[in-house]
């Protein structure tokens, strides 16, 4: 099965929960939206917690060209500018990310459950400490 997030231009639902420097969880929801244009794709994504904290960010992407990785850049209001990449590995899409200015780093993992679903890891950190992490179920809304 070839993948479907990231590499398809789509909606994606997001539900899970979210967690903070103290594991505490909270129900999220949120959306990503993904383009491709002819020289970058670019993700719009937010998630928002059960207590309105909100998370919006826009993703630009180096157009993959069927390797194994592909750089991108975000901005985040709360974070600030994060850089990372994306490595395809079989059914997993690991990211590694950081924020230098506001001191922040992660990574996440996305499996492949199917072609319309996902299922979504990661850890936020700062100061080499967890600052928040999730763990989400993303379910595709678009056909390709």
Known sequence: MKHSFLLRPGRWLAQ???????????AAQGEAVVEHGPAAWTIHNWLESADGRR?????TVEAYAGGKAARWRAHDPALGKLKGTFEFAGRRIFAVFDAPAQGYSGSG????????????????????????????????????
């Open 16 to 26: 899970g929960r979210i967690f903070d420097a103290e594991h505490q969880p909270q």
């Open 55 to 59: 998370l919006d960010n826009h993703y």
């Open 109 to 144: 993992t996305i499996t492949q459950l199917g072609e319309r679903s996902y299922h979504a890891q990661g850890e936020l950190r700062r100061g080499g400490r967890v600052a928040a992490s999730w763990d989400l179920a993303l379910t595709r809304q678009t056909k390709p």
